[in-house]
């Protein structure tokens, strides 16, 4: 069935330097969403790409598509100790016209001061 | 803002009783989604919903049913609480399109002993 892998699963890095993480899916994307969820909270929408290279940025955060959209990433730029969180990728799941939705199991950041 | 409520942050129950965890939205969503999260293992689809009274199974529905008598209001009913369901539960709405993001509620924490 339809999946969408997230690497990595984990990554510890020192406040000030960058992180990434990526998505990728079995399956061409009509499009793709990015969710954030703090220690203790629920996810929190980010972003959504829906465009074949589409790149967006948020701040320290850029995001993109890949051409054949089937790949996505995450970018932050100089990371922050408010950045720490569990970032996950989603794209549609079947019957992905009433928005269900397939979530990659999330990349767990921790961020040293 | 939409608010997606969920009736309990804790919940302690023992095996084999009946559990209900009810979620509330406020924003007139036709969808509604219950997950369950464990580490390592991301959010999972149990069941959703994309009208009243209809449903439809999600990745892991063993063990699971559902309600939705009302538009704002889904619930997710463990008929027979096994110590395997212990694990953290997601509310989340959305409106009915592809693209369109989803809405998680503060989740429901529960154990069964």
């Known amino acids: 069935g339809q999946q969408v892998m997230q690497i990595p699963q984990y990554q510890h890095v020192q406040e000030g330097e960058d992180f990434t993480t990526y998505c990728n899916s079995s399956?061409?994307?009509?499009?793709i969403q990015w969710y954030k969820q703090r220690p203790g909270g629920h996810p929190v929408f980010l972003i959504q790409?829906?465009?074949?290279?589409e790149v967006k940025k948020q701040k320290r955060l850029t995001f993109q598509f890949g051409e054949a959209k089937k790949n996505s990433s995450l970018h932050i730029t100089a990371t922050q100790t408010t950045d720490v969180g569990t970032y996950f990728c989603?794209?549609?799941?079947?019957?992905?016209?009433?928005?269900?939705?397939?979530f990659g199991k999330g990349t767990k950041l921790s961020v040293k001061p | 803002d939409v608010k997606v409520t969920q009736s309990s942050r804790y919940l302690v129950k023992r095996t084999g009783e009946k559990v209900f965890l009810e979620c509330v939205q406020d924003m007139d969503h036709e969808n509604m989604f219950w997950y369950r999260q464990d580490p390592g293992l991301g959010l999972r689809l149990i069941y959703f919903?994309?009208?009243?009274?209809?449903?439809e199974k999600g990745d892991i529905p063993e063990g699971y049913s559902v309600s939705r008598e009302k538009k704002e209001r889904f619930s997710l009913i463990l008929e027979s609480a096994s110590t395997n369901q212990t694990s953290m539960y997601l509310c989340?709405?959305?409106?009915?399109?592809?693209?369109?993001?989803?809405?998680f509620g503060p989740g429901t924490r529960l154990t069964v002993l």
């Open positions: 919903s994309y009208d009243v009274k209809m449903k």
């Open positions: 989340a709405s959305s409106l009915v399109a592809e693209y369109n993001e989803q809405f």
């Open positions: 790409l829906v465009k074949s290279g």
């Open positions: 989603a794209g549609p799941g079947y019957g992905g016209s009433q928005g269900n939705l397939i």
């Open positions: 399956t061409t994307l009509s499009n």
